[in-house]
T-cell receptor, first 111, second 113 residues
Framework: QKEVEQNSGPLSVPEGAIASLNCTYS??????FFWYRQYSGKSPELIMS????GDKEDGRFTAQLNKASQYVSLLIRDSQPSDSATYLC???????????FGRGTSLIVHP | DTGVSQDPRHKITKRGQNVTFRCDPI?????LYWYRQTLGQGPEFLTY????????KSRLLSDRFSAERPKGSFSTLEIQRTEQGDSAMYLC???????????FGPGTRLTVT
């Protein structure tokens, strides 16, 4: 079992819809969780971090963390074609400074 | 603040040659990371520095790979006797010691022919 799992997609949503991206992790002592966006041929760009159970909102993005169920999700409201990219989930276990990345989910927002 | 920079952006080399990449982190960041990424995969951890000290190195990392961060500023990653399997994007990221948020450079794309 991979440590951080993401559905590779592609996830296709119409412009203006909510895109929901999910990530599960296997290490129960994971404490820090991150979402990165990566456009094709570019490097990852940090979108959000979340450390506590519940929701964290930043503009059109909401990260949701459920440590009991070992999943973290990213919601993108009012999706735009410019949101089309691969979204990487990263997890850091307690006591470490090294993230483990998932393979990423490809999101396509069509007009 | 100009962000993380990497040089060169692209490198084409023949199998068996040595290559060296450079990373300049965000100036106030004391942690620096190197990753390798291949198509369809997430970044794979290679090594990590806190200031000038190399604190961790991936078990998967061949001894053909070496990294340095003299004086705790820029870092170099050297690959000796390159193999075709080394072809990948090499990413550098930096962070403060207050959290896990990492900021990536543009990457160096290595092609070994």
């Amino acid at each position: 079992q991979k440590e951080v799992e993401q559905n590779s997609g592609p996830l296709s949503v119409p412009e203006g819809a909510i895109a929901s991206l999910n990530c599960t992790y296997s290490d129960r002592v994971s404490q820090s969780f991150f979402w990165y966006r990566q456009y094709s041929g570019k490097s990852p760009e940090l979108i959000m971090s979340i450390y506590s159970n519940g929701d964290k909102e930043d503009g059109r993005f909401t990260a949701q963390l459920n440590k009991a169920s070992q999943y973290v999700s990213l919601l993108i409201r009012d999706s735009q074609p410019s949101d089309s990219a691969t979204y990487l989930c990263a997890v850091i276990r307690g006591g470490s400074y090294i993230p483990t990345f998932g393979r990423g989910t490809s999101l396509i927002v069509h007009p | 603040d100009t962000g993380v920079s990497q040089d060169p952006r692209h490198k084409i080399t023949k199998r068996g040659q040595n290559v060296t990449f450079r990373c300049d982190p965000i100036s106030e960041h004391n942690r620096l990371y190197w990753y390798r990424q291949t198509l369809g995969q997430g970044p794979e951890f290679l090594t990590y520095f806190q200031n000038e000290a190399q604190l961790e190195k991936s078990r998967l990392l061949s001894d053909r790979f070496s990294a340095e961060r003299p004086k705790g500023s820029f870092s170099t990653l050297e690959i000796q006797r390159t193999e075709q399997g080394d072809s990948a994007m090499y990413l550098c990221a930096s962070s403060t010691d207050r959290g896990g948020e990492q900021y990536f450079g543009p990457g160096t794309r290595l092609t070994v022919t």
